[in-house]
């Protein structure tokens, strides 16, 4: 890219963040995720989107998951136990900051587990360690193997609600939760990476599901994994969301994005095509 193979260059997608290039001339952004504020920290020149920046494939089908049992996963109980809270984020996000708060939310809804991506090597075995260490049974930790990816999306039909990680957020796994129909919970920080799952859930609608810090994550995560009535209105709003909001219109998310691209090809004088 440093030998401008295009007149004009834009960071989208490829990278959650400035580049620090004077090659790349914009970044493709929107409101939320990249706001005024965060501005001064890159080097190119801001194009905001109407929705949000990222689009997703609308097309899929989200199939039936094999049993509970077979995912290791408990049945629900009568008394409301059984709550699957998820975090499908590859096991490097998973830093010490985040599994705390995840293991307080396992301490404070008896009988939940949490369900999580598999990953490399030991990192299994040690996140059940640090679980142990920290006075949860390790069991309460399940793992889903990679999958192809009609057979992991299924799999959000099993989980009550997707408890996401921080600094670096669920981006596209975030979009595939929600288009699963499963809400996703997180803390917006102050960099583009930290703000993707914030972008999302602004778009549909659900502001409420974007939490101030880890206290409000915490409590938040408790209060719907203790309240099955409460998590069961909060999947109806983001159903109806799926499907009354922008978020997942791709035909208006490709004019919008036609029509960016357009505008500046006319500021700097090409004409568009």
Sequence with gaps: LAMRPAPLQVNWLAYPGTSGAPWIDYVLADGFVLPPALEAAFSEKVLRLPRAFQPSDNTRIVEEPPSRQDCGLPEHGADGSGVVFCCFNNSYKLNPRSVARLLEVLR???GSVLWLLSGPGLAD???REVARLQGIEPARLAFMP???HP??????RH???FLDTHPYNAHTTASDALWAGCPVLTTPGATFAARVAGS???HLGLDDMNVADDAAFIATAIRLGNDPAALGDLRQRLAAARHDSGLFDMAGFAADFAGTLQSVARQHGWQAI
């Design 108 to 110: 404070g809804v008896p």
């Design 125 to 127: 075995e040690r996140l």
């Design 146 to 148: 990679k999958l192809p």
């Design 151 to 156: 057979q992991y999306l299924a799999r959000y």
């Design 159 to 161: 989980a009550d609600l």
């Design 200 to 202: 999302l859930n602004h």
